[in-house]
């Protein structure tokens, strides 16, 4: 027993060989490698992340759509509802603003009187690029000398050139004209109707140039002066604001085209105030007072 036990202990044991280690030569290479192609790798994943962002944003995106008329309409319905027009008054108004005069007629005074006031104010309105005016005769008969006021200021003597004494017209030429003068454009009354939107123009107890609006209340009027001197017949009535000094002023339509000269009110007390009812000589009769054909 002894025997066998010293034969099994002092038998040699096999060696057990220690675990493999990767040789230095080994992991210095996958070191090499793997700094050899990180810049190729970093690179390639941003070039597959740019192309995944732009397909992404080109999923979003739409082609434009070709514009259609209730595109056109709605847009501009919004630019009318954030910046409205201007009134059909304000439009009249910046076209006929620069052919409005103030015509103011002066007479003979006594030393007690001032010279320098005049006598007279109405009003008027440039017909032709040559300085020819129309106004009412009323607000020149009997002065002593004329003179009329521009748009821009300018003041200028004029005279008398014509009459129509049975549509109180007066023709007038000034003697000094502004560089930019600006004749008014005449229409015919033949297709003006009741209800029409007018809009009269002038220096009412000389102040202004003001603007009224209304309506043309109705057509072929006869009208009798204050002082019963003279009948007026196919005239333009209208509502639109008159008072002294408007007369010889232009009545105008929506489009700022002159269709009538403001002659007078209708007023059955002495104080010659508006109650709503003017008179305006068809501008057909005015052109006519000045030679020009009919429309």
Do not use: C
Request: hydrophobic share 40%; no cysteine; proline share 9%.
């Amino acid at each position: 027993m002894a025997k066998r036990a010293a034969l099994y202990s002092s038998s040699p044991r096999r060696a057990q060989p220690p675990p493999e280690q990767p040789a230095p030569q080994a992991r210095q290479a996958a070191r090499l490698d793997w700094r050899r192609y990180r810049s190729a790798l970093l690179f390639s994943a941003g070039v597959l992340l740019t192309l995944a962002l732009v397909q992404f944003n080109g999923g979003l995106s739409r082609a434009p759509r070709e514009l259609t008329q209730e595109d056109i309409d709605a847009a501009v319905a919004k630019s009318l509802r954030t910046a409205p027009p201007p009134s059909p008054a304000a439009k009249a108004w910046e076209t006929i603003r620069p052919s409005v005069v103030r015509v103011q007629g002066y007479g003979l005074v006594t030393p007690a009187e001032d010279p320098d006031a005049p006598v007279n104010t109405g009003s008027g309105v440039i017909i032709l690029d040559s300085g020819v005016i129309l106004t009412n005769l009323h607000v020149v008969q009997g002065a002593h000398h004329i003179r009329v006021t521009f748009a821009d200021g300018l003041e200028s003597d004029a005279f008398v050139t014509g009459m129509r004494p049975e549509h109180d017209l007066a023709v007038l030429r000034a003697k000094t004209l502004p560089d930019d003068i600006v004749p008014a454009t005449l229409s015919s009354t033949e297709k003006l109707r009741p209800g029409d939107r007018v809009v009269a123009v002038g220096y009412p107890f000389g102040i202004g140039p003001s603007v009224s609006a209304g309506v043309v209340s109705g057509l072929k009027r006869e009208y009798r002066s204050p002082q019963g001197k003279r009948i007026l017949t196919n005239l333009i009535q209208f509502d639109a604001a008159a008072n002294p000094g408007n007369s010889g002023g232009p009545l105008v339509s929506a489009e700022g085209e002159v269709v009538g000269i403001v002659t007078g009110v209708l007023n059955p007390t002495d104080q010659r105030v508006f109650i709503g009812i003017g008179f305006a000589v068809p501008i057909e009769n005015a052109a006519s007072a000045i030679g020009l054909a009919p429309f």
